[in-house]
C-alpha cells in the first residue's frame, strides 16, 4: 500500500550504494507515497468515490563535485536511476556539497486517517445544513482524507522518515436568481477531525450577506475588510520578502531592516513546526524544523533559509530547505506560516466600520515582490454603519501590501488555515476602490 512505512523498503539503501559503488563520492535518496480516498459530491447529491496512490523516488548524487538529479514514479530499476544521474552530473558545473549528517532515524506521525464512510457523512451533513436554510443552491463538495509519507537518507548516515495524515474539505455553494449567479465556497484542513457545521455555517452567513440587492460601490479610498480566507492574498507578498534567497538578491525591500519596525506594531508572524495540518518535523534536506519569529510586533526579527542560502547569509539553514517538486532542488520555503490573531470576531470588525469594503474571495492576484497589486473582487459586500448592506459586483481594489500592512486598523480572533497560512480577518486603510455605478 502506498501509505506502508518507507523505513521498511530498501530502495533508498539500493540506491546508495549503488551510487557510491560506481564512484559518486555522495548520495542522497529523497522518497514520497501518497494514499488518497476522496469522495465527491455534485449538484447535491454523492457522486464519486476514489482512491489514488502515488509513488516518487528522487536520486542526487555528486561525482567530482558536480550534481546529477534524477526522478522516478512507481517501480524503480535502481541501476537505471545511477547511471542516469552519474550522466547528467557531467552537465553540471561543480558546486559545494552540503548534506546534513547523522540525525534521529524517525520521528512521530502525525494525524489520524478516517473512513470513507465518516467524509461521506460529513458531506452529507454540511450539505443539509446550507440547505435546510436556502433550498434552492446547488452544493459541489469534495472531503478527502490524504496520507503521506516521506523519506530521506544520504551517504552521510542520514536517514529520517515520517507519516503526514491530512483531512480536507472544499465546498461550493450556487444560487441562480433570475439573471445574477452566485458561488460561495469555502473549506477546511485539518487533523483528526472535519467540522461540517462550522464550514456550513459560513457559507450560510454568506448567503445570508447576499439576500439584499447588490450595491453600487463608490470609488475612493475606504478601509477594507480583507476575511480570513482572503487575506491571505496579502501574506504571499511578506512571505516573498521574508525569503532569504530575495536577501541575497537584493530584491527584497527588507534586506537592511533587521531590528527595525517594517509593519503595524499589531503585526507577530511566526512558523511552528507543530501548529496545525502543516507541521513537519524536517525539510527536505533534512534538517529539523524549528520555531522563528519572523516579524514580533512589527519589528523584522527573521529571515528563513535553506542550507546553502543561509551559508552565503552567514545565519545558517532555518530548516525552510523545500523542493517545489521532486524533480527540483531544495531551495528556501515555508512549510506554514501563521498570524498571530486578534480578539475581535468578524462581526465585531464589520460593527467597528463605520462604511468600508468587505473582500471575501478574489479573482486573480499579482502581488508580487514589489507588492503592487490589483484585484477583481469575486464576493465582497458593502458594509454602512457597521452592518452589511448588500453584496458588490464590478468592483476592484488596488495599493501596496507594505503600504496597507503600516496601516493596519484591527486584526481578527477568528484565523483560520487558508493553505499553508494562517490569518485570521484584518481590516486595513490605504487601498483604492473602484467601482461602476449602476
Known sequence: MASANLSQDTLAEQLLELALKSGAEAAEVYQSRSLS???????????????????????????????????????????????????????????????????PTSYSDVGE????????????????????????????????????NTRLINSKGLDCHYTDTTLSCYISAEWVR?????????????????????VAHQILQRLAWSEDDNVATPS??????????????LWGTVQAALNGKRILEKSSPW???????????????????????????????????QSLIFIENGILQNFYSDRTTGRQLNIGSTGNGFR???????????????????????????????????????????????????INIDLGYWVKKGQVIGRVKDTMVAGNVYTALKQLVKLGGDADWNGACYTPSLIVEGLSITGRNS
Not at 473549506?187 to 461540517?196: I, M, V
Open 178 to 198: 433570475g439573471d445574477d449567479f452566485l458561488s460561495v465556497a469555502d473549506g477546511q484542513t485539518q487533523r483528526g477531525e472535519l467540522n461540517p457545521d462550522k
Open 113 to 148: 486517517a478516517v473512513p470513507v464512510e465518516k467524509l461521506i457523512k460529513w458531506g452529507k451533513e454540511a450539505i443539509a445544513l446550507i440547505r435546510d436554510v436556502y433550498p434552492d443552491v446547488l452544493c459541489h463538495s469534495d472531503w478527502e482524507c490524504d496520507i503521506e
Open 324 to 374: 517545489p517538486g521532486l524533480g527540483s532542488y531544495p531551495t528556501p520555503g515555508l512549510f506554514n506560516f501563521l498570524i498571530q490573531p486578534g480578539t475581535a470576531s468578524l462581526q465585531q470588525l464589520i460593527q467597528d466600520m463605520d462604511e468600508g469594503l468587505i473582500v471575501d474571495q478574489i479573482l486573480g492576484g499579482g502581488d508580487g515582490i514589489s507588492g503592487d497589486f490589483s
Open 37 to 103: 480516498r476522496p469522495v465527491f459530491f455534485e449538484a447535491n447529491r454523492l457522486k464519486q468515490l476514489e482512491t489514488s496512490q502515488s509513488e516518487g523516488t528522487a536520486l542526487r548524487l555528486w561525482l567530482n563535485g558536480r550534481p546529477g538529479l534524477t526522478v522516478a514514479y512507481g517501480s524503480v530499476d535502481p541501476q537505471v536511476m545511477v547511471e542516469r544521474s552519474l550522466a547528467l552530473s557531467q552537465l553540471n558545473q561543480p558546486e559545494l556539497l552540503e548534506l546534513v549528517g547523522n540525525s
Open 220 to 233: 475612493g479610498r475606504v478601509p477594507v475588510l480583507f476575511t480570513s480566507k482572503a487575506a491571505d492574498m
Open 255 to 289: 534586506g537592511e531592516k533587521l531590528g527595525k519596525p517594517i509593519v503595524s506594531p499589531s503585526l507577530t508572524l511566526y512558523q511552528d513546526p507543530e501548529a496545525g495540518p502543516y507541521s513537519c518535523p524536517f525539510d527536505d534536506e533534512g534538517q529539523p524544523t
